[in-house]
C-alpha cells in the first residue's frame, strides 16, 4: 500500500474508533424513558413495567422521568431537543400524534420529526360518569346533557380524550364544557364526587370504580366490546358512527437517532413485551396489541396523525 494511501487509512479508522467503542459500550450509563404524563395513571404504569424489563435486556437502569403538562407537549418537547445519543426516550401516547394539529403549541409539528423505535398496545379510552347520575345509557346522558339548564363539564386531560369526545357529541347532538386536568389521577376525584360528570378515561383507570359501583361507563372506542368488559358497548354501537380511536403506545428517539441505536433499544422493547411480568402487568391494565418493528410503529404514527388530521378537519377543534 502507498505510504499516503496507508496513512489516510489509518487517519480514518482513528476516527472511527470513538464511534465504535461507543457503540460496542452502549448503553454506559442509565436511559431516560420520558413519560408525558403523571405518575399513577395506566400509561405511566405501562411505561415503569416497560422499563424494568428493558433494563433486564440493556444490563442498565431504565429511569422512568414524568413530565405532564401542557396536552403532552412538554415531555415530548425535552426528547425532540435531547441529545441522540440513545440514553433519552419517550414513552408517547398516540394522542401525541394528534397534539401539532389541535395547538399551536406544540413542540413539533409532526410526530414524525422523532425517530420511530417500536410500538406496544394502548387504552381503549371509554366515556365514564358518575353512577349517582340519572343516565344508565349514552343515549339517556345525551338527553341528560341537553335538558341541564348549564353545560355538563367533561374532565380532560388529552387529546385522544378529547377526539373520542368530540365523536360523541357531535353525533349526539349535545354539549359537554372541557375541564382540564394534568392526567387522569388528578381528574377521578372530582369525577367520583360528581364536581364534574363525565370523563373520557383510559379502561384501566377507571374500571376499578366502575366495578366498585362508583362509575358507570357508557361506550368504548374499539372495533368489538372488550373480553373483560362484555356489557359495554362500543360506541358504534351506542350510536357514534366515528372510526375507533387509534390505540398505541409509542417508542420514539430524538430526531436523528442512529440505526444501531434503534436497533438495540428496539430489541430491549421486544424482550421486555416477551416477558410473563410485563404482560401480567398489561392484562392488569386491559392493554392490548402487538409490539411492532421501527418500520411498522412509523405506519402507525402516520395513521394516527391522519385521524386527528381529518378529524380537525371535520369539527374545526381546538385546544387554543
Keep these: ?15 472511527l474508533a470513538p464511534c465504535a467503542i461507543a457503540d460496542n459500550a452502549y448503553p454506559a450509563r442509565a436511559v431516560r424513558l420520558v413519560v408525558p404524563t403523571p405518575a399513577g ?31 403532552t407537549g412538554i415531555g415530548a418537547g425535552a426528547v425532540l431537543n435531547a441529545t441522540p445519543d440513545g440514553y433519552t426516550v419517550l414513552f408517547a401516547l398516540a394522542s401525541n400524534a394528534g397534539l401539532p394539529h389541535l395547538s399551536k403549541a406544540s413542540p413539533y409539528r409532526s410526530l414524525a420529526e422523532f425517530t420511530a423505535i417500536a410500538a406496544i398496545g394502548g387504552n381503549t379510552q371509554c366515556l365514564v360518569i358518575p353512577s349517582a347520575l340519572p343516565a344508565k345509557t349514552l343515549a339517556e346522558f345525551a338527553a ?11 374532565g380532560a386531560n388529552n387529546v385522544s380524550e378529547d377526539m373520542v369526545a368530540g365523536q360523541v357529541t357531535s353525533a349526539l347532538g349535545f354539549q359537554l364544557e372541557r375541564v ?12 367520583l364526587e360528581g364536581r364534574i360528570h363525565a370523563a373520557v378515561l383510559p379502561v384501566g383507570a377507571s374500571l ?18 372488550m373480553a373483560a368488559l362484555p356489557a359495554v358497548p362500543t360506541l358504534g354501537e351506542a350510536g357514534v358512527p366515528a372510526a375507533p380511536l ?3 403506545h409509542f417508542v420514539l428517539g430524538p430526531p436523528g437517532l442512529r440505526a444501531e441505536l434503534v436497533d438495540r433499544l428496539a430489541a430491549a422493547v421486544r424482550q421486555a413485551t416477551e416477558t ?10 386491559l392493554i392490548v396489541g402487538p409490539v411492532r418493528t421501527p418500520g411498522e410503529t412509523r405506519e402507525l404514527m402516520r395513521q394516527a396523525e391522519a385521524q386527528y388530521v381529518q378529524h380537525v378537519r371535520e369539527t374545526g377543534a381546538s385546544l387554543d
Aim: with cysteine; glycine share 8%; charged share 25%.
Design 1 to 15: 500500500m502507498h505510504r499516503s494511501t496507508r496513512t489516510l487509512a489509518m487517519t480514518v479508522l482513528v476516527a
Design 41 to 71: 395513571g395506566p400509561s405511566d404504569a405501562a411505561a415503569r413495567a416497560l422499563a424494568k424489563g428493558m433494563a433486564a435486556s440493556l444490563g442498565r437502569e431504565v429511569v422512568v422521568d414524568n413530565r405532564p403538562g401542557a396536552n
Design 144 to 154: 341528560l346533557a341537553k335538558a341541564s339548564p348549564k353545560p355538563l363539564m367533561r
Design 180 to 191: 382540564p386536568y394534568k392526567g387522569a389521577p388528578q381528574l377521578l376525584p372530582d369525577l
Design 208 to 225: 376499578p370504580h366502575v366495578r366498585s359501583g362508583r362509575l358507570a361507563m357508557l361506550g368504548c372506542s374499539a372495533a368489538e366490546r
Design 246 to 248: 387509534i390505540s398505541a
Design 276 to 285: 410473563s411480568e410485563f404482560r401480567q402487568e398489561m392484562d392488569r391494565l
